[in-house]
């Protein structure tokens, strides 16, 4: 282990005291902590309460001033802090978990310079080191890198700060995951190394991956809280880790406090930083005029970081540091003059010079990259890392092309190097160029970019102006190296500058524009910013256009700032966020600042696509009265508004204002169908006027028309469901009965008796007289009575053949009411409002419910009964839920016919025939011609009764199933309600209230239903269709928790099927998906299906084929396959396509095997690679066509 | 006085309505079942004769739900909110009462919520109800901020 440098500390003990002495008047002496209690209370605790009582009880002064009286030896400095230079991870907060609060800000400073300083020979060869390192990576030197980290490593052990160094090297190599495990456990399998330790590496990682930060900063705070100590430990964590805005002042005095636990390297690059914090936010002029100026200047003297050259200068501190005499500093001056100079040539190449030299001078860079874009550069000798980052900032810079892109890039960048110094200082200077234009100058964004820079030049006064002295040695010295630099600066700040030097028009304009926008002139800004963008297009700078907008509202020009803020977005939409939109929207807040111009509904429409829509009533109601106003009712109209409405303006109108969004909500449109509409009309004009883009707006036109399509169909398929297929029912029925009817129709035509017994009896008649005739007559009526009975049997048995073949029939009412009903749709379509809202789960095979586990995790806060009783609540609540939707499909939805023999004494179909029927049936046949019409007028009847059965059906689901439905809602309610802790389970409670409402939705959902469908005729359609709208149905009725599945259809091209086939390939295609999400194994959000289909010369043909999870136990499934291949052959099978339950092959089975169909084949099984596979083969019969 | 209830639930609208017009037997009581009822409700009026009192639902569809629109458009969680802003920039000034079955909406509480709606909407809201299915403390509240509407 390296020896701390402590004879170099002897003078930092003169120093010290000396400054003690000259003090000693103003020295608080310390209350109840002396040095020597301090002493004895490491010796005795371990240091860490006795450096906590230090740092509360004395004054920032005392404690720097004091610290070489403190510590008169290293080894109670490692009693404090543990070793400071640690030789394993395990050594870091050797104390473990740190739950003493930090100190003050001031405190934890003079601690963390004392301490540093104390160590400053190591930390001042550190700090080379760390230099090289920067540098290598800036020049994709990943060797030297790793060298240098090895250097650091050998004399300087372990740090957080090269944990996260070479976190960085590891995403360098090609499989950085694996990496980044290896390195994580290399430290993690540190058996010693403390929790805290291991979290912070953990989260490290993490923090690596994409678009993490937010969540990761989310995490930290949850997962901290319950510890002692856990805002601050938050706080800290997140601010080094995540590194979101600047931190407060605690939360930098925590990171002090911390990064001392971990290693002397980690507190001194917790030092730099914090001090870098301090002077952006101006916290440090209050303790500046103590202790700080003397102690940064010795500090900066013992331990020469360039990093702390813009804190001495912001805090006035002339230092010997402030000297850049490195190699690269005259050409980083000549690069400066040359651009104030307007002469990009020179500044491209000097600036080119100095970054070679320096590759981590990113100011340089970016003025390289502006000078680049004017000199129109080529090419560069840059390394590889340093190109990448001049070529985004190029285009950055120039505000042409993918901006947003570079930007990103840029930002990747900053955030995979985030421990380096250049590494922050660029993502500040591109989120202040992604910035908007709201002032001449921002000082606050300015300070945080300086603060950053230890290059010093005179942009250094654009956030520290005012401490920088111009007669300070490092004023004087700016001012005469860069003299034009000054002068620009000197225009921006003061207004004014050296008469002897000019500057280019441009830039004087520019300047002057912002001078007088800071200093609150707004018309000479507005004069200056005038001339500017009145350049041609191409050449106005959109920086430029921004100002002038932010200068219009400062004089309060309202319609003049939305004009051109419409304008600059309309020719510099690149960059839209340089554009002051929230500004503008909020002046315009008020509808009677509105003028007539279409320039307000567009400034509504720019800021709702790109900030955020909480000016969406706004938009609306601008839209409806400019509409209104201008008696707009189709886009074609805009056209004839010119010059008021140019082209690009009535393009930006239909793409941002005139959207569905817009659209709902305002008094123009009754429905989403009149919003479609209008959408389509919109796009289609667009696409004559934007002909550039029109493939697009086709493409939105394809989309909206299909999805209204499949929407349109799939409500008329659901309006389908209680269906009868009369013409399968007529073609079985023909075949069945014809006998039966001709029999019957002969006797009813032929009267009661045989006729020859009739002509007999009636001759015999005619013969008699007095009694022997009249008992001829009544024998002759007791035959005719005889037959009569004889007939209403006959037209009894027809009629129930018919009956049975309308309600119980393969294509007769319950077979439509299992597949289209009973058969999943009802359940996922009412269960899944509680579904969605986790209320219920899903059922293991032996009928239990799976535990709630959502709901669970989330009543955490919970005592153990509470969450007990709410667990049982929920389950009851399950039970209760599904008992209902039980009670629905499997006793009301059914069918009873009076009389017979199956008991179903709930069932709300009830048929039932009398005597009296039968002879009014009887009465008709007179008039009835053929079998057709014969059973066409028993089944008019059988539909009456169904219509009074399906009133019954609506009237029993708004009544009492709904009264079932709410109870259950209504006994959880009540559980939760007596629950003391009502905050922890608001949420469940919000839950249940939305399902609440949901389910009476879904109730007259589903009671629409309930409608007789006597729609045969259908449009011929697409064969993909009934695909699409199975999905539809699908996303409609599956839970949100689940996922969707994911459904890929080649259809085939061209020919089109029968309308009449529409329902029943919808309901055998919902079948086959529901079967493939049930047993792939995967969730429905994993399960993927392919299907391909094929109609040619009138032969169907379909195969859906889903993956299945690997490793699944294909066995038992390939077993039941089989009984289910041998039960299609079974002439019972119509009975099991009835059920519900396993059936759905069955049903599959059963639709292609109707009159519409023949040859029909349907073969399933599993592939080679386990994929289950569904074939469907059959030929369009002509009863189709 | 003429009331305008808007709310989307079934039951929680009968039961409102019933209170309401119990207790309160002269007041006349319409009910708008979505956002765009409720403003084409409001509007009318105002040219004629504008309601006094709104009730209003935080939570709504666009449109009435009907077989030809199955879930009422899209349901917009501070379509109140969205609502009371079209009311303001309208200068539509009904005193509104908001009245809510949720603890809280999209992760924002319900004190939070009343805080926002006093401050952008000083003017007409009167203050928020917090409904409950399983208790009738509602209904004090609702009676006490629809008299002060009466006074």
Request: charged letters at 25%.
């Amino acid at each position: 282990m390296q020896q701390c440098g402590w004879i170099d500390n002897e003078a930092l003990r003169q120093e010290q005291g000396h400054f003690v002495s000259r003090n000693r008047k103003r020295a608080r002496k310390p209350a109840s902590l002396t040095r020597t209690s301090f002493i004895e209370s490491v010796l005795r605790s371990g240091g860490q309460s006795a450096l906590g009582a230090l740092k509360e009880q004395w004054s920032a002064e005392e404690i720097y001033r004091q610290f070489p009286h403190l510590i008169p030896d290293r080894k109670w400095l490692d009693q404090v802090h543990g070793p400071a230079f640690p030789r394993k991870p395990g050594d870091m907060f050797s104390f473990g978990l740190p739950s003493s609060p930090s100190g003050s800000f001031a405190a934890e400073l003079a601690w963390a310079i004392a301490r540093c300083r104390a160590c400053a020979r190591e930390l001042a060869e550190f700090v080379e080191l760390r230099l090289e390192y920067e540098r290598s990576v800036i020049r994709s030197d990943w060797k030297t890198g790793e060298a240098v980290l090895a250097e650091i490593e050998r004399q300087f052990g372990q740090s957080f700060w090269l944990f996260q160094a070479k976190l960085i090297q590891a995403r360098t190599g090609g499989d950085p995951d694996n990496a980044y495990a290896v390195l994580g456990n290399q430290w993690l399998s540190d058996g010693f190394a403390s929790p805290w330790v291991q979290y912070l590496v953990s989260v490290s990682v993490q923090v690596d991956r994409p678009g993490a930060r937010t969540a990761v900063a989310d995490s930290i705070r949850r997962v901290l809280r319950s510890l002692p100590n856990g805002n601050a430990l938050a706080s800290y964590a997140i601010a080094k880790l995540v590194e979101q805005g600047v931190p407060s002042l605690p939360a930098i005095a925590s990171t002090l406090h911390y990064d001392g636990l971990l290693s002397l390297v980690d507190q001194y690059e917790g030092l730099v930083a914090a001090l870098g914090w301090g002077i952006a936010r101006g916290e440090m002029e209050a303790l500046a005029g103590t202790f700080l100026r003397d102690s940064l200047r010795a500090l900066s003297r013992d331990i020469p970081d360039a990093r702390l050259r813009p804190i001495l200068a912001a805090l006035g501190v002339d230092a010997p540091l402030l000297v850049d005499t490195s190699v690269a500093a005259t050409a980083r001056v000549q690069a400066y003059e040359a651009y104030a100079k307007s002469d990009y040539v020179t500044a491209s190449k000097r600036a080119e010079d100095a970054i070679l030299d320096e590759p981590d001078d990113i100011a340089c860079l970016v003025l390289l990259a502006r000078a680049g874009i004017r000199a129109e550069t080529k090419k560069l000798l840059l390394p590889s890392l340093a190109t990448k980052i001049y070529e985004s900032l190029g285009t950055l810079s120039s505000l042409r092309g993918e901006v947003y892109g570079a930007a990103t890039e840029l930002l990747a960048i900053a955030h995979r190097f985030s421990i380096l110094r250049w590494a922050k200082q660029l993502e500040l200077l591109v989120l202040q160029m992604l910035a908007t234009e709201d002032a001449g100058v921002n000082r606050p964004r300015q300070r945080s970019i300086n603060s950053l820079d230890p290059y010093l030049t005179p942009l250094f006064r654009l956030g520290f102006g005012a401490a920088l002295d111009r007669d300070s040695p490092l004023g004087m010295r700016l001012l005469a190296e860069f003299p034009f630099t000054s002068a620009a600066i000197d225009l921006i700040l003061t207004g004014a500058c050296n008469g002897a030097i000019t500057l280019s028009t441009r830039k004087h304009l520019s300047y002057m524009a912002r001078y007088s926008l800071f200093s609150g002139d707004a018309e000479s800004a507005i004069s200056c910013l005038s001339q500017l963008v009145t350049l041609p297009k191409g050449e106005v700078d959109p920086r430029s256009s921004a100002l002038l907008v932010t200068a219009f509202l400062e004089s309060g020009q309202l319609d003049a700032a939305t004009r051109q803020c419409v304008d600059g977005y309309l020719s510099c939409g690149e960059l839209p966020s340089l554009f002051p939109l929230v500004r503008v929207t909020a002046m315009l807040d008020d509808t009677g600042t509105w003028s007539d111009s279409i320039d307000v509904p567009l400034m509504f429409g720019i800021y709702n696509s790109l900030v955020d829509n909480g000016r969406l009533p706004h938009l609306r109601i601008a839209f409806e009265r400019f509409q209104e106003a201008n008696g707009i009712a189709d886009p074609a109209r805009l056209s004839e508004l010119s010059p008021a409405c140019s082209k690009e303006r009535i393009v930006a109108y239909l793409n941002l204002v005139w959207t569905p969004e817009t659209m709902r909500q305002t008094l123009l449109y009754r429905s989403t169908s009149e919003i479609e509409d209008a959408r389509v009309r919109v796009c289609s004009y667009l696409a004559k006027i934007d002909v550039a883009n029109d493939s697009r707006y086709l493409e939105e036109i394809r989309e909206r028309v299909k999805r209204r399509e499949i929407s349109k169909a799939t409500s008329l398929v659901e309006q389908s469901k209680v269906y009868v297929d009369v013409a399968a029912i007529k073609k079985t029925l023909r075949s069945k009965l014809s006998g039966a009817y001709a029999r019957y129709k002969a006797s009813a035509s032929g009267g009661d008796l045989d006729p020859a017994m009739t002509e007999l009896l009636e001759e015999l008649v005619k013969g008699l007289a007095g009694r022997d005739r009249e008992v001829l007559v009544v024998a002759k009526s007791f035959f005719d009575g005889k037959a009569s009975v004889e007939r209403l049997k006959q037209l009894a048995s027809l009629y129930s053949d018919i009956s049975d073949e309308f309600l119980l029939g393969s294509h007769g009412l319950n077979a439509y009411l299992s597949t289209r009903v009973r058969h999943g749709t009802l359940s996922n379509t009412l269960r899944k409002p509680v579904a969605d809202e986790r209320l219920v789960t899903q059922r293991n095979e032996d009928g239990s419910y799976i535990a709630n586990t959502f709901w669970i995790e989330r009543l955490s806060a919970l005592s153990e009964t509470d969450a007990t009783r709410i667990r049982n609540a929920l389950e009851e609540f399950a039970i209760s839920y599904d008992g209902v939707i039980n009670r629905i499909k499997d006793e009301l939805l059914q069918i009873k016919v009076v009389d017979s023999t199956k008991e179903m004494p709930a069932a709300l179909f009830t048929y039932h025939t009398s005597s009296r029927e039968l002879e009014a049936i009887g009465s008709r046949l007179e008039s009835i011609e053929g079998i057709d019409d014969f059973i066409g007028h028993c089944m008019d009847r059988l539909w009456e009764k169904t219509d009074v059965n399906l009133i019954a059906v609506r009237s029993v689901l708004a009544g009492d199933v709904r009264a079932m439905f709410m109870a259950a809602f209504q006994r959880l309610d009540s559980s939760l309600a007596a629950n003391d802790n009502r905050h922890a389970v608001s949420e469940l409670r919000n839950a249940l209230n939305r399902a609440r409402t949901a389910v009476h939705r879904r109730l007259e959902e589903v009671s629409a239903w309930f409608n007789r469908s006597e729609v045969y005729d259908r449009s011929d359609y697409s064969p993909g269709l009934p695909v699409d709208i199975a999905v539809n149905i699908l996303e409609k009725t599956l839970p949100q928790d689940g996922g969707q599945p994911s459904v890929v259809c080649t259809p085939t091209d061209g020919a089109l099927m029968p309308g009449r086939t529409l329902d029943g390939m919808v309901d055998a295609f919902h079948a086959l998906f529901e079967n493939a999400i049930q047993h792939s194994g995967f969730t429905a959000g994993g399960t993927r299906i392919g299907v391909s289909i094929g109609l040619q010369n009138k032969r169907f043909t379909a195969k859906v084929t889903n993956e299945t999870r690997p490793g699944k136990d294909i066995e038992a499934d390939l077993r039941k396959l089989e009984n289910i291949r041998a039960g299609l052959k079974d002439p019972r099978f119509r009975k099991r396509a009835q059920s519900e339950g396993g059936s759905g092959l069955h049903k599959i089975w059963q639709t292609i095997n109707s009159p519409f169909y023949s040859n029909a084949r349907l073969e399933f099984g599993f592939s080679d690679d386990q994929s289950f596979f569904v074939s469907i083969d059959c030929v369009l019969e002509e009863a189709s066509l | 006085m003429r009331v305008l209830l808007a709310e989307d639930d079934y039951e929680k609208a009968n039961r409102i309505g019933e209170y309401v017009t119990n207790t309160f037997p002269l007041h006349s009581l319409e009910t708008a079942r979505s956002v765009d009822s409720a403003l084409r409700s409001l509007v009318a009026a105002q040219a004629s004769s504008p309601f006094d009192l709104l009730l209003l639902d935080m939570t709504m569809p666009t449109f009435d739900v009907s077989t030809s629109e199955p879930g009422g458009g899209e349901t917009e969680n501070f379509a109140g909110k969205q609502l009371l802003t079209q009311m303001k920039l309208r200068r539509i000034g009904v005193p509104t009462i908001v009245v809510t079955m949720y603890d809280g909406i999209a992760d924002v509480s319900l004190s939070v919520l009343s805080a926002e709606l006093k401050r952008d909407f000083p003017a007409v809201y009167l203050g928020l109800v917090y409904y409950s299915q399983a208790q009738e403390g509602w209904k004090n509240a609702l009676k006490t901020l629809m008299e002060s509407v009466e006074q």
